[in-house]
């Protein structure tokens, strides 16, 4: 299974995009995926997890309201559409998916199968 996340970008602060993360090599598609950022200096933290069924998204306390995480199941694809974006949001941003469990955890460690990441640069 591949991930392969884009959408990434320079926006000024306060804007908005649109990230995705499209799988191939025939994964299920009823795993739960998730996004995942790395700030420059940072650890990689979570951001927003979705359902196999693409239900029950949960998120980081610092991108609640501001962040919405989806999913095409058709498309093998998830989306995380980021608004009020604001500088302390710049990281590169992974998209992860669970190979065995459809639902949604904070764990890295939950995830076994990662995209190459996207830079996102909010400037203030």
């Known amino acids: 299974v591949q991930l392969q996340a884009s959408g990434g970008g320079l926006v000024q602060a306060g804007g908005s995009l649109r990230l995705s993360c499209t799988a191939s090599?025939?994964?299920?598609?009823?795993?739960?995926m998730a996004w995942f950022r790395q700030a420059p200096g940072k650890e990689r933290e979570f951001v927003a997890a979705i359902s196999g069924n693409g239900g029950s998204p949960i998120y980081a306390d610092s991108v609640k309201g501001r962040f919405t995480i989806s999913r095409d199941k058709a498309r093998l694809a998830a989306y995380l559409q980021m608004i009020s974006l604001k500088p302390e949001d710049t990281a590169v941003y992974y998209c992860a998916s669970r190979k065995s469990y459809s639902t949604p955890h904070y764990s890295q460690g939950s995830y076994d199968y990662w995209g190459q990441g996207t830079l996102v640069t909010v400037s203030s």
């Open positions: 090599g025939r994964p299920p598609n009823d795993r739960a």
